[in-house]
């Protein structure tokens, strides 16, 4: 397995996504709450571009009348026809032991780069650096 740097955590901020091609594949990398999952850009069904699709969560019910709403941003939904995707399984909703979207480890590593810092001041506009 290899890995391909995609951006940084910034780049991508909670409850955003960012569409990238890695080997001729296009993968959507979502941010939900601080955790990355990444999916392949494709729907089983039709072969819509699964990753536009719309983020929501899931109403459920405990008892008549009474409704919660969980998973918020954590089930995608294919912008054609709707079908509904977990994000963190890319497993899908209405037939999870069958039908899926293939999902991709992600893993948030420090950047390999630090720059070296310099104190700096002005002096009667003169710009100097103190190293």
């Known amino acids: 397995m290899s890995a391909h740097v995609v951006g940084t955590t910034a780049e991508i901020p909670p409850g955003e996504r960012k569409i990238v091609e890695?080997?001729?594949r296009s993968i959507g990398v979502f941010n939900v709450?601080?955790?990355f999952y990444a999916l392949r850009n494709?729907?089983?069904h039709a072969g819509a571009r699964?990753?536009?699709g719309t983020l929501s969560g899931l109403v459920v019910s405990t008892a008549p009348g009474e409704?919660?709403?969980v998973r918020e941003g954590e089930i995608l939904r294919c912008p054609w026809h709707g079908?509904?995707?977990d994000i963190t399984t890319g497993q899908s909703w209405?037939?999870?032991a069958r039908v899926r979207v293939r999902a991709y480890?992600?893993?948030v590593e420090p950047g390999p780069y630090q720059a070296e810092r310099y104190d700096v001041e002005v002096r009667h506009d003169l710009v100097v650096v103190h190293t």
Do not use: S
């Open 42 to 44: 494709t729907c089983p």
């Open 22 to 24: 890695i080997d001729g």
């Open 83 to 85: 079908w509904e995707f």
């Open 105 to 107: 480890e992600t893993t």
């Open 33 to 35: 709450d601080g955790r």
């Open 50 to 52: 699964l990753c536009e």
């Open 67 to 69: 409704y919660n709403y």
């Open 94 to 96: 209405f037939d999870p």
